[in-house]
């Protein structure tokens, strides 16, 4: 499995590069081995976590409890747990986002 992208047995892992402060919210591809997301969100007060989350949360469908911040709360580099969805729901909702 790709190394940005790991399952779990109640949903997946995902390995995120957060770009703050972006013209807008959305998901350019893979930097590395994480997905990168771009969001209008300043990375000050936490402003950037939280943005991040409701965005996941609302991109593959799921509720945002569902979605939580597991490593890297002050850095670029995140890890975050989606619950309720497995890596083929994550490559079929990104598409073409991520070849």
């Known amino acids: 499995m790709e190394n940005w992208l790991t399952e779990t047995a109640t949903g997946v892992r995902l390995q995120i590069r957060v770009q703050p402060r972006a013209s807008k919210n ?3 591809g893979l930097q590395g081995n994480a997905l990168k ?6 990375p000050v007060e936490n402003a950037a976590n939280k943005a991040l989350l409701a965005f996941l949360a609302k991109t593959f469908g799921v509720p945002k409890r569902a979605v939580r911040l597991i490593g890297g709360k002050h850095g670029r580099s995140k890890r975050v747990l ?3 969805i497995s890596g083929a729901d994550v490559r079929r909702w990104l598409g073409n986002t991520i070849t």
Not at 37 to 42: G, S
Request: proline fraction near 8%; glycine fraction near 8%.
């Open 26 to 28: 959305e998901i350019t």
């Open 37 to 42: 997301v771009r969001l209008t969100a300043p």
């Open 82 to 84: 989606i619950e309720g």
